[in-house]
C-alpha cells in the first residue's frame, strides 16, 4: 500500500505540472471529498449492527487563487511531500512528530497541530488512502489489561492478566498489531476514558468479577463520566466523525453506555452534582441537532440539560473505593448499558 499512495504522490505532482506548462498555464485546483455535516449522513451496517458516519459525493476545492484558501493549498502539497519523504526512507512518524517537522521546515503555513491535522485529512480526501498509509501512525497512548493473551513474531506470549494496574502499552503501528496473535475468552470489552480510573479497575481486577478486557486511550472514549463532552467522546467511538473524513467508518464500533444515567443518580449525594457550564451546554446543544444522537442518548442528555448538573464517575467513590467495581460489574450482568 505503501509503495501505491508514493505512486499516488507522484501523480498528482505531474498533473500538477502538466496545468502550469500547458498552453494556457494555470495553477490547478485540488478536488476533496466536503467534509461537512451538510456532506454527511449515518450507514447502517448490512451484516452487522456497527453504523459510520460517511461522506456523499460531493466535493470543493482548495485553490491557490482562492481568498482564505492559499495557504490551505500549500499545506497540502507541504505535508505530501513530507509523506513522500517518509515513505521512501520507511519510517513511520506520529500526527504529532509530523506537525513538530513540518512546524520546523514551514513556520508560516504550519502555526498549529490543527493546521496539520486538517492538512493530513485533506491528503487522504485528494489520494483516497489512510492516514497510515501515508506513513502516520497513532500514538502510542492506548493501555490494555485483562483476560488477553498477545503471542509476538518471536515467539513471547503476554498474558495482559497479570501485569498490575501498568497494563500492557498498545502500539500505535497498525502494521505491527497485525502481526501480533491473540487469545482470550472475555466476552466484553470495556473502554475507559480516565487513566485514573483505569488504573482503579485494574487493580480491583474486575476481569475477575466478569471476563472482560479492559482499555483506555486516557481522553478517548468513555465510560467514566455523565457529562456533554463524555457523551459527544463516546458517539465519536460509535460512528466515527466528519472530521475523520473517508477514514471514519475504519473507526466505528458498536461501543455501548456503561456509565452514569439519569436513573443511578439517586444513589449520589447532593455535592457531587456540577452545574453545567457555558461549555457543556454549548456541546449539547450540538449533541442534540445531531443527526448520529441515538434516541436513548438524546433522552439522557435532555435530561441532564433540563436538570443544569453533571456527574463524575469518581461520585462513586463516597460508597468505598471497592464500590465502583461492583458498581460496573453489576451493571454488565444486568445488561444495563445502553
Not at 521512501?88 to 506537525?99: C, D, H, I, M, P
Not at 489512510?130 to 502516520?136: A, E, F, M, V
Request: hydrophobic share 40%; net charge positive; glycine share 6%.
Amino acid at each position: 500500500m505503501f509503495f501505491k499512495v508514493r505512486a499516488r504522490i507522484e501523480v498528482a505532482v505531474i498533473k500538477f505540472l502538466n496545468a502550469l506548462s500547458s498552453p494556457t498555464p494555470a495553477i490547478s485546483s485540488l478536488p476533496l471529498i466536503c467534509r461537512k455535516s451538510s456532506n454527511s449522513d449515518v450507514r447502517c451496517g448490512l451484516l452487522s449492527d456497527v453504523s459510520s458516519v460517511f461522506l456523499s459525493h460531493s466535493f470543493f476545492s482548495r485553490s491557490f487563487l482562492r481568498a482564505g484558501h492559499a495557504k490551505a493549498f500549500i499545506r497540502v502539497w507541504k505535508v505530501m511531500e513530507m509523506c513522500f519523504q517518509i515513505l521512501s526512507q520507511g519510517k513511520l512518524v506520529t500526527q504529532r512528530e509530523l506537525f513538530y517537522k513540518l512546524l520546523c521546515d514551514s513556520p508560516n503555513y504550519f502555526s498549529s497541530q490543527r493546521d496539520a491535522n486538517r492538512a493530513v485529512q485533506d491528503v487522504v480526501a485528494l489520494l483516497r488512502c489512510t492516514r497510515n498509509s501515508l506513513g502516520i501512525i497513532a500514538s502510542s497512548r492506548g493501555t490494555i489489561i485483562g483476560r488477553l493473551s498477545i503471542k509476538n513474531q518471536e515467539g513471547d506470549i503476554v498474558d495482559c492478566s497479570g501485569l498490575g494496574p501498568a497494563g500492557y502499552a498498545i502500539s500505535g503501528d497498525l502494521n505491527l498489531l497485525s502481526k501480533l496473535e491473540f487469545r482470550s475468552d472475555a466476552r466484553y470489552i470495556i473502554v475507559v476514558e480516565k487513566d485514573a480510573i483505569f488504573q482503579r479497575l485494574a487493580e480491583d481486577c474486575l476481569f475477575n468479577l466478569v471476563p472482560c478486557i479492559l482499555i483506555t486511550a486516557k481522553g478517548y472514549p468513555d465510560i467514566a463520566t455523565r457529562n456533554p463532552a463524555g457523551l459527544a467522546i463516546l458517539s465519536t467511538y460509535k460512528y466515527g466523525s466528519i472530521a475523520m473524513g473517508l477514514e471514519s467508518y475504519r473507526y466505528a464500533c458498536n461501543i455501548k453506555w456503561l456509565g452514569l444515567r439519569k436513573d443511578d443518580l439517586q444513589i449520589l449525594p447532593q455535592p457531587a452534582f456540577i452545574n453545567l457550564k457555558p461549555r457543556d451546554l454549548q456541546i449539547a446543544k450540538s449533541l442534540l441537532s445531531s443527526k448520529t444522537l441515538q434516541e436513548k442518548y438524546r433522552a439522557e442528555l435532555t435530561a441532564m440539560v433540563e436538570m443544569g448538573h453533571r456527574v463524575e464517575i469518581e461520585a462513586l467513590y463516597f460508597r468505598g473505593f471497592n464500590f465502583l467495581s461492583q458498581y460496573i460489574a453489576t451493571k454488565i450482568v444486568k445488561s444495563d448499558y445502553i
